[in-house]
Antibody
Framework: EMQLVESGGGLVRPGRSLRLSCVVS????????MHWVRQAPGKGLEWVAG????????EYADSVKGRFTISRDNAKNSLFLQMNSLKPEDTALYFC???????????????WGQGTLVTVSS | SSELTQPPSVSVSPGQTARITCSGS??????GYWYQQKSGQAPVLVIY???KRPAGIPERFSGSFSGTLITLIISGAHVEDEGDYYC??????????FGGGTRLTVL
């Protein structure tokens, strides 16, 4: 069974930083691209960032470009999201998500974690 | 266009057929996908590549697509099908996007 477990969320002041982590099991991590998708309270889903199997094809939503950095450590089956210059509108539940392809925009998301909540507030 | 448009809500009685639409110009070139999200849970894929059903998804879930429109069809909706449904696709530059979501009520 595929498992994705996020951590690192919490309450942070505007302008500060936070690093999210996701540890996976149940599949060969370095065979797949990975993504972060977020959901603001009471709102819809928003794709945030994606990374190919060997850290190629890194892409970001316009809303986080220049502030967030996605990375992965295949040896530790781990995905990360470094979030800098946080804004109140970044407040959301952040999901770690597995793609069905190794890299690139094709494919879809076939397994999701339960999410970690990030709250940006003064 | 980089948008996918869904109706905010759909309501049916148990046993009726629910249809949830998603429109966007990207859908003429790329497949559409559907995710179900129940309250407090992570999304679950219910339809992929327009009309394919993943293992474990009930047969009452199906998908159709034509031009710039994709449709999720739940034939004989159950009360447990209530939740939010999101379409997903990519545009011609590979930008990933979700529709705004449709709240399905079955009562």
């Amino acid at each position: 069974e595929m498992q994705l477990v996020e951590s690192g969320g919490g309450l942070v002041r505007p302008g500060r930083s936070l690093r999210l982590s996701c540890v996976v099991s149940g599949f060969i991590f370095d065979d797949y691209a990975m993504h972060w998708v977020r959901q603001a309270p009471g709102k819809g889903l928003e794709w945030v960032a994606g990374i190919g199997w060997n850290s190629d094809n890194i892409e970001y939503a316009d809303s986080v470009k220049g502030r967030f950095t996605i990375s992965r450590d295949n040896a530790k089956n781990s995905l990360f999201l470094q979030m800098n210059s946080l804004k109140p509108e970044d407040t959301a539940l952040y999901f770690c998500v597995k793609s069905t392809v190794t890299t690139g925009p094709e494919g879809w998301f076939d397994s999701w974690g339960q999410g970690t909540l990030v709250t940006v507030s003064s | 266009s980089s948008e996918l448009t869904q109706p905010p809500s759909v309501s049916v009685s148990p046993g009726q057929t629910a249809r949830i639409t998603c429109s966007g110009s990207a859908l003429t070139r790329k497949y559409g996908y559907w995710y179900q999200q129940k309250s407090g849970q992570a999304p679950v894929l219910v339809i992929y590549e327009g009309d394919k059903r993943p293992a474990g998804i009930p047969e009452r879930f199906s998908g159709s697509f034509s031009g710039t429109l994709i449709t999720l069809i739940i034939s004989g909706a159950h009360v447990e099908d209530e939740g939010d449904y999101y379409c997903y696709s990519t545009n011609n530059t590979g930008y990933r996007m979700f529709g705004g979501g449709t709240r399905l009520t079955v009562l």
